[in-house]
């Protein structure tokens, strides 16, 4: 499975982004897709998951609410949307997938339970 990340930019605080991760090398793209983003001298953090069915998962103290995950299960695609934009959610996007073989697996937030990633684009976000 290969995973294609893109979307990052510069953008002013207060501003929208969407990312897009296209996905290949699946055939039924049952699985679980995750965001997750890395600040600078810190570990990998996660940001958003969402199942074949659309069941999600949020971080819940800084991004629920502003960001919202979402998937194209015909065109193999997984976005997150970006509203309201701060300068702390300046980082490294990175998706992730983590095998399926259902269409309802919960999504969890454990970057260990996926087992591809994307190369990672940019976000930054000037105050």
């Known amino acids: 499975v290969q995973l294609q990340a893109s979307g990052g930019g510069l953008v002013q605080a207060g501003g929208s982004l969407r990312l897009s991760c296209a996905v290949s090398?699946?055939?039924?793209?049952?699985?679980?897709m995750g965001w997750f983003r890395q600040l600078p001298g810190k570990e990998r953090e996660f940001v958003a998951a969402?199942?074949?069915?659309?069941?999600?998962?949020y971080r819940t103290d800084s991004v629920k609410g502003r960001f919202t995950i979402s998937r194209d299960n015909a065109k193999k695609v997984v976005y997150l949307q970006m509203n309201s934009l701060k300068p702390e959610d300046t980082a490294v996007y990175y998706c992730?997938?983590?095998?399926?073989?259902?269409?309802?697996?919960?999504?969890?937030?454990?970057?260990?339970?996926?087992?591809?990633w994307g190369q990672g684009t940019q976000v930054t976000v000037s105050s």
């Open positions: 992730a997938a983590r095998p399926s073989a259902s269409q309802r697996t919960t999504p969890t937030q454990n970057y260990r339970d996926y087992r591809y």
């Open positions: 090398g699946t055939t039924y793209f049952k699985e679980v």
């Open positions: 969402i199942n074949w069915s659309g069941g999600s998962l």
